[in-house]
């Protein structure tokens, strides 16, 4: 008989931007299949999910991975549920309409690894700043690149838990990096980036060092972090039609609010219109445009105009369900027939 645990990841209440929480299940001769994943529950009252008095929110396996840390493990994603079984409303992977997965996201995750005795970026000394900005990106060396053994390691794991990684690379601020994550359908794209976000917190911790996933938590001539969303279906994938491209892009102008409402807190600190982003106010989009709210990659136009968008928009602690939720929305209601 073997015991094998299962680390059962969620997202908490916290406001306005979701925490992550795990906890462990052993099981007996567990098969390592998602439907043989128990229903669990857990202490909402803690999380900000549920009062007191009425305390119980329900986890449904969504998602279940290999955990190369441990022994005999496993890692679930779960989405949370209210006591009588409907999704929390806490809960954005249930608002992600998308049923055939015929949307693909792509997410560039930056992040700034931080020292938590003197809470500033890995690479920066107690006091004073360390040089400006310019050899940090892509660099190697001690001089520039910080934290390394934490990056790759965690490389390791997002590829032995089977995630989709495409990639790292040390970001443009001292102490910041970044990985991408790809998947063919939304919820897959989510799911993987919070996995990933977990796997790289647990790495993290081991070394005494935590992530900061804040959109701009050094002010000031330093770039802040954000979760750059590529997206793409069928239509942007195959329709070789610059005007269809215009008319989805169009979609995009008068929900700007509503999709910043969803691209992360605090983003008026990063979209200033500096430091490869468009301001927070404005909307815009071109050809390999790194100013622009969305960027049309050169390799869309290259190939006659199939391939996918970048919005630039959503911010390193935004939500991956919810950013996507919102851009399939957005893009489906350009391609209602008239
Ligand atoms: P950059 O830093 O230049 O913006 P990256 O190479 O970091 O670009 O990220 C580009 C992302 O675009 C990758 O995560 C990749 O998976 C994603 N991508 C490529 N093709 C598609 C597609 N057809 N649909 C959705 N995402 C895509
Ligand atoms: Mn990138
Ligand atoms: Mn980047
Ligand atoms: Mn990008």
């Known amino acids: 008989m073997t015991k094998f645990k299962l680390e059962y990841i969620w997202l908490d209440g916290s406001a306005p931007t979701q925490g992550l929480r795990s906890k462990t299940k052993i099981i007996k001769d567990f098969s390592g299949k998602l439907e043989d994943c128990p229903m669990w529950s857990f202490d909402g009252s803690s999380t900000q999910q549920a009062p007191g008095n009425s305390s119980d929110c329900l986890l449904k396996p969504v998602a279940i991975y290999p955990d190369p840390g441990r022994k005999n493990a496993f890692l679930v994603m779960t989405e949370v549920l209210s006591s009588d079984g409907n999704a929390h409303p806490t809960n ?59 990056v790759e390691e965690h490389m390791d794991l997002c590829i032995e838990a089977g995630l989709n990684i ?19 359908g939304a919820q897959a794209a989510g799911d993987q980036i ?122 390193s602690e935004a939500d991956p369900y919810k950013v996507a939720a919102r851009i399939i929305k957005t893009v489906k209601s350009a391609l209602v027939p008239a």
């Open 194 to 315: 919070w996995v990933g976000r977990y796997l790289l917190e647990r790495t993290a911790e081991k070394y005494g060092v935590a992530i900061n996933w804040h959109c701009k938590p050094v002010l000031g001539d330093w770039n802040g972090s954000g979760m750059h969303a590529n997206f793409s279906n069928s239509v942007l994938r195959t329709c070789g039609s610059e005007d269809t491209y215009k008319q989805i892009l169009e979609a995009f102008r008068p929900v700007t609010a509503e999709h910043i409402a969803v691209y992360g807190a605090d983003n008026h600190l990063r979209l200033t219109g500096l430091h490869e982003t468009q301001s927070i106010d404005e909307f815009s989009y071109g050809v390999s445009d790194r100013g622009a709210s969305i960027r049309i990659p050169v390799v869309t136009v290259e190939n006659g105009w199939k391939g996918y968008l970048e919005d630039r928009r959503p911010n």
């Open 92 to 150: 954005g992977r249930a608002t992600i309409d998308d049923e055939d997965d015929d949307f693909w996201f792509g997410f560039e995750q930056e992040y700034f690894l931080w020292d938590p005795s003197t809470n500033r970026p890995l690479g920066f000394p107690a006091e004073g700043y360390p040089e400006p900005q310019g050899p940090y990106y892509c660099s190697v060396g001690a001089k520039n690149a910080y934290g390394r053994e934490i």
């Open 166 to 184: 495409e990639g790292i690379n040390a970001e443009v601020a001292a102490g910041q990096w970044e990985f991408q994550i790809f998947a063919k």
